[in-house]
C-alpha cells in the first residue's frame, strides 16, 4: 500500500490558526463507515447520533507547557527543548533545535538559572535524554517557564492557552492536544450524559510524532511513534459493561483509538492496563473494541488518516476529505470535525 495514496489537496487558508468562540460550534461531517454517506451538521448535533447505552471514551491527557527556550552554559547560545516523554521524576526524552549545540555532556540553563540541564544521551532517532536540575517542584518551574509547544502549521498566537485544552483534560503529560475534543464543553457533556450514554476516561499522552511526515513509499514500512496509555480497573469495566449490553464503543480521537485496540482482546473487551503503544493501524486492520469515531481532519499522507480510512474505507475517508475541502471545513487542530458512524 503506497503512502501516496492518502495525499490530497489541500488549500492553505483550510487550515484553521485559531479556535472558534464556541467549542461546539465547529461543523461536523458525519460519515456512514459502510455506505459512505455524508451528513453536514454542527458539532453540537452529535447529541442526536448518540444513543443511550453506547459509551463515549475520552481521553484526559493535559498539555503541558513543554517548549522550554535557554543557553547552553559554556557558550550561552541558544537552544530549545521540546519534552516529549517522562523517564523518570526529573528526566525526559526531548526534541533539541539546534542538536549540534545538544551533544553528551553538554549542560543548558533557562530562566536565568531557575532550571538547568545536562545532556546525558543522543538516541539513534536524534532525540536527546536530558536530566533537569532544579529547586523546588519541577512541575511549577515548568509552567513558569514553558510555552505551550502548538503544532508546526499553526502561526498565530494563541491568546488563551485553555483553548488548547479540553474541558475534562486532567493527567498531565502531553505534547499536544487530543484534538477531537476539544469540542466538547461540559454543557455538551451533560446533555449525553442525560441521554443515557456513558462515559469513560483513558489516558494517552501525545508526543510530536503525530505530526511527523510518514517518510517510507510503502504504509507497511513506516515505524510508528510509541506513546504512554493507562486505562484504570473502574473506567474499563464502564466500557466493557456498555458492549455487554449492546452498546457501541464510541471513541473520542485516533489516541483513544490506538489505546482502546492496543489493550482489547480478541472479543473487544478491556482491562486495567498502562504502558508504551507502537500500534499503527492502516486499511487492512481488523478493529477489535471501537464501533464509531469522533475525530478532526488530518494531514495528507498521516498515521492518522490512513486510521480513520482503516474504519471507514479509504474510498469513504478519500472522498469525505475532497468533500470537505470543497465545502471549505477547517483543518487540523483548530478544525471540524468528523464524526464516523455505523
Given at each position: 500500500m503506497r503512502v501516496e495514496d492518502?495525499?490530497?489537496?489541500?488549500?492553505?487558508?483550510?487550515?484553521?490558526?485559531?479556535?472558534?468562540?464556541?467549542?461546539?460550534?465547529?461543523?461536523?461531517l458525519v460519515v456512514d463507515k459502510h455506505s459512505g454517506e455524508l451528513e453536514h451538521r454542527k458539532f453540537h448535533d452529535i447529541v442526536g447520533y448518540l444513543k443511550k447505552g453506547d459509551v463515549l471514551v475520552l481521553n484526559d491527557t493535559r498539555v503541558i507547557p513543554a517548549r522550554l527556550l535557554g543557553v547552553k552554559k559554556e557558550t550561552e547560545g541558544k537552544i530549545e527543548f521540546l519534552l516529549l516523554n517522562r523517564k523518570k521524576l526529573d528526566t525526559y526524552e526531548c526534541l533539541a533545535k539546534p542538536g549540534k549545540r545538544a551533544k553528551v555532556g553538554a549542560r543548558f540553563t533557562f530562566g536565568e538559572g531557575l532550571l538547568e540541564a545536562e545532556v546525558i544521551e543522543v538516541l539513534e532517532n536524534g532525540n536527546r535524554i536530558v536530566q533537569f536540575h532544579y529547586d523546588g517542584v519541577f512541575e511549577e518551574i515548568l509552567d513558569r517557564l514553558g510555552e505551550m509547544p502548538l503544532p508546526p502549521y499553526i502561526k498565530e498566537k494563541l491568546e488563551d492557552k485553555e483553548r488548547y485544552q479540553t474541558v475534562y483534560s486532567r493527567s498531565e503529560g502531553s505534547a499536544a492536544a487530543p484534538t477531537a475534543g476539544l469540542h466538547f464543553t461540559e454543557k455538551l457533556l451533560k446533555e449525553i450524559r442525560e441521554t443515557g450514554v456513558e462515559i469513560a476516561f483513558l489516558t494517552l499522552h501525545v508526543g510530536l510524532g503525530t505530526f511527523r511526515p510518514v517518510k517510507v513509499e510503502s504504509v507497511e514500512n513506516h515505524d510508528m511513534h510509541?506513546?504512554?496509555?493507562?486505562?484504570?480497573?473502574?473506567?474499563?469495566?464502564?466500557?466493557?459493561?456498555?458492549?455487554?449490553?449492546?452498546?457501541?464503543?464510541?471513541?473520542?480521537?485516533?489516541?483513544?483509538?490506538?489505546?482502546?485496540?492496543?489493550?482489547?482482546?480478541?472479543?473487544?473487551?478491556?482491562?486495567?492496563?498502562?504502558?508504551?503503544?507502537?500500534?499503527?493501524?492502516?486499511?487492512?486492520?481488523?478493529?477489535?473494541?471501537?464501533?464509531?469515531?469522533?475525530?478532526?481532519?488530518?494531514?495528507?499522507?498521516?498515521?492518522?488518516?490512513?486510521?480513520?480510512?482503516?474504519?471507514?474505507?479509504?474510498?469513504?475517508?478519500?472522498?469525505?476529505?475532497?468533500t470537505a475541502v470543497k465545502e471549505k471545513y477547517r483543518f487540523f487542530s483548530f478544525g471540524d470535525s468528523m464524526f464516523i458512524k455505523e
Amino acid at each position: 500500500m503506497r503512502v501516496e495514496d492518502f495525499n490530497f489537496e489541500l488549500p492553505i487558508e483550510l487550515i484553521a490558526q485559531h479556535p472558534l468562540k464556541e467549542r461546539d460550534q465547529s461543523r461536523l461531517l458525519v460519515v456512514d463507515k459502510h455506505s459512505g454517506e455524508l451528513e453536514h451538521r454542527k458539532f453540537h448535533d452529535i447529541v442526536g447520533y448518540l444513543k443511550k447505552g453506547d459509551v463515549l471514551v475520552l481521553n484526559d491527557t493535559r498539555v503541558i507547557p513543554a517548549r522550554l527556550l535557554g543557553v547552553k552554559k559554556e557558550t550561552e547560545g541558544k537552544i530549545e527543548f521540546l519534552l516529549l516523554n517522562r523517564k523518570k521524576l526529573d528526566t525526559y526524552e526531548c526534541l533539541a533545535k539546534p542538536g549540534k549545540r545538544a551533544k553528551v555532556g553538554a549542560r543548558f540553563t533557562f530562566g536565568e538559572g531557575l532550571l538547568e540541564a545536562e545532556v546525558i544521551e543522543v538516541l539513534e532517532n536524534g532525540n536527546r535524554i536530558v536530566q533537569f536540575h532544579y529547586d523546588g517542584v519541577f512541575e511549577e518551574i515548568l509552567d513558569r517557564l514553558g510555552e505551550m509547544p502548538l503544532p508546526p502549521y499553526i502561526k498565530e498566537k494563541l491568546e488563551d492557552k485553555e483553548r488548547y485544552q479540553t474541558v475534562y483534560s486532567r493527567s498531565e503529560g502531553s505534547a499536544a492536544a487530543p484534538t477531537a475534543g476539544l469540542h466538547f464543553t461540559e454543557k455538551l457533556l451533560k446533555e449525553i450524559r442525560e441521554t443515557g450514554v456513558e462515559i469513560a476516561f483513558l489516558t494517552l499522552h501525545v508526543g510530536l510524532g503525530t505530526f511527523r511526515p510518514v517518510k517510507v513509499e510503502s504504509v507497511e514500512n513506516h515505524d510508528m511513534h510509541s506513546e504512554f496509555y493507562s486505562l484504570d480497573a473502574q473506567n474499563a469495566e464502564i466500557i466493557n459493561a456498555a458492549r455487554r449490553k449492546g452498546g457501541r464503543v464510541i471513541s473520542v480521537g485516533t489516541t483513544s483509538t490506538r489505546t482502546l485496540e492496543t489493550i482489547a482482546d480478541a472479543d473487544g473487551y478491556v482491562k486495567e492496563d498502562s504502558g508504551y503503544t507502537k500500534i499503527f493501524i492502516y486499511p487492512g486492520y481488523q478493529f477489535k473494541c471501537i464501533d464509531c469515531l469522533i475525530t478532526n481532519f488530518h494531514l495528507p499522507e498521516s498515521t492518522l488518516i490512513m486510521l480513520v480510512s482503516a474504519l471507514a474505507g479509504k474510498e469513504n475517508i478519500m472522498n469525505a476529505y475532497e468533500t470537505a475541502v470543497k465545502e471549505k471545513y477547517r483543518f487540523f487542530s483548530f478544525g471540524d470535525s468528523m464524526f464516523i458512524k455505523e
